[in-house]
């Protein structure tokens, strides 16, 4: 089955929710003109990593920017995609993504699980505890954010599982460009699904973010891939090649996990 994918590549203003979420409308309206079913944006889009003031940005996945972000979706008749700061009780924050439907209904949620000490996220961040997969009329696909990309166990247990697609909104800075490139290949065609990536570019606190969104078909090759400027890319995934790569190189056939 065919599926358009927006990716909205943006520059996340720091502390900014508002700023953040008249972009993610514009980005969302011209992903809706182009006729994309989904828009996927980066990794904590309406704050950046303000983690100091995670706690007066937090809510749950029902209200604040979930639910304006909720909004969206139905107003536009399209999927949108992207984490924010949640409120996952007992004074907890989480690094959440919701994948809202064009109706603006949740189809599931996930918080990051390998919180980035590189950036401080242990310090302010409650891990995620789940994986989470998610049934969308294009078939299952699954959630990860950022840091995950690094961590090829949690890719192999979606595909186990029947995903087709992976999803990974990002704030993934220089100097580790070839990191990103080479990953996100290699959990593609490693477990034979699409990566959908959406990296945020601009500058914050001394770090520079490098964009390069992308969708990895599972052969491992880009279907669309970005540059380092603000930009929207929109491109077509078939659900349909992930079975016949699958069939022409059958690795699922070949395990033999009682050995691994």
Not at 3 to 32: H, R
Not at 54 to 83: M, P, V, W
Not at 254 to 260: G, M, T, V
Request: charged share 20%; proline share 4%.
């Amino acid at each position: 089955m065919k599926l358009t994918i927006s990716l909205g590549q943006m520059d996340v203003k720091l502390g900014d929710p508002a700023a953040n979420l008249a972009t993610v409308a514009a980005m969302t309206a011209e992903a809706a003109r182009r006729g994309s079913d989904l828009v996927v944006f980066p990794e904590l889009w309406s704050t950046g990593y303000d983690l100091e003031n995670a706690g007066s940005y937090a809510t749950t996945i029902d209200q604040g920017i979930f639910a304006e972000t909720a909004t969206l979706a139905k107003a536009h008749n399209i999927h949108i995609l992207g984490s924010c700061l949640s409120d996952m009780g007992n004074g907890k924050v989480g690094n959440t993504a919701v994948f809202f439907d064009a109706n603006g209904r949740s189809l599931g949620d996930y918080s990051k699980i390998h919180l980035f000490q590189l950036m401080d996220e242990h310090l302010f961040l409650a891990g995620g505890n789940r994986r989470s997969l998610v049934e969308t009329e294009w078939g299952l696909a699954g959630l990860s954010i950022c840091y995950d990309l690094r961590f090829p166990e949690l890719f192999r247990a979606y595909a186990l599982a029947g995903a087709k697609a992976v999803f990974v909104p990002a704030e993934w800075p220089y100097p580790r460009l070839y990191h990103w490139q080479t990953l996100l290949r290699a959990r593609a065609i490693e477990n034979q699904i699409y990566v959908i990536a959406c990296n945020r570019v601009g500058s914050s606190k001394g770090t520079t973010f490098f964009g390069r969104s992308c969708i990895i078909d599972p052969w491992g090759e880009p279907i669309i891939e970005g540059g380092e400027d603000e930009m929207l890319l929109t491109g077509t995934i078939d659900t349909a090649k992930v079975d016949e790569v699958r069939a022409k190189i059958p690795i699922f056939d070949d395990r033999r996990p009682e050995l691994y």
